[in-house]
């Protein structure tokens, strides 16, 4: 099983900056792709960034240009840079891991607790 604990949200101005963090821990034998989510109030939950061990990555069109991911598989680490927050960016930021337990190919998924972020003046 995998923990997550996302930290690093937060009241923010627009334009402002923040970065997120996601760390993982536990028994697993491999973390594969990990990535970014978002909820706001009364929505449902989106996808925003993913990015494979590899470091690959991909972007929903909401945030491309403005939101980098990236992650440190020494720490078991992902992170979520945030430049030129919107007020539209303000949601409740979830990461989520896929992992195997063992060297049997079955992917298992994990979620984080959530982060608030809220982008006003």
């Known amino acids: 099983q995998v923990q997550l604990v996302e930290s690093g949200g937060g009241l923010v101005q627009p334009g402002g900056s923040l970065r997120l963090s996601c760390a993982a821990s536990?028994?697993?034998?491999?973390?594969?792709?990990m990535g970014w989510y978002r909820q706001a109030p009364g929505k449902q939950r989106d996808l925003i960034a993913t990015?494979?061990?590899?470091?690959?990555?991909n972007y929903a069109d909401s945030v491309k240009g403005r939101f980098t991911i990236s992650r440190d598989n020494a720490k078991n680490t992902v992170y979520l840079q945030m430049n030129s927050l919107k007020p539209e960016d303000t949601a409740v930021y979830y990461c989520?891991?896929?992992?195997?337990?063992?060297?049997?190919?079955?992917?298992?998924?994990?979620w984080g607790q959530g982060t608030q972020v809220t982008v006003s003046s």
């Open positions: 990015i494979t061990s590899g470091g690959s990555t």
């Open positions: 536990g028994r697993f034998f491999s973390i594969n792709a």
């Open positions: 989520k891991a896929d992992y195997q337990k063992t060297l049997v190919p079955l992917a298992f998924g994990s």
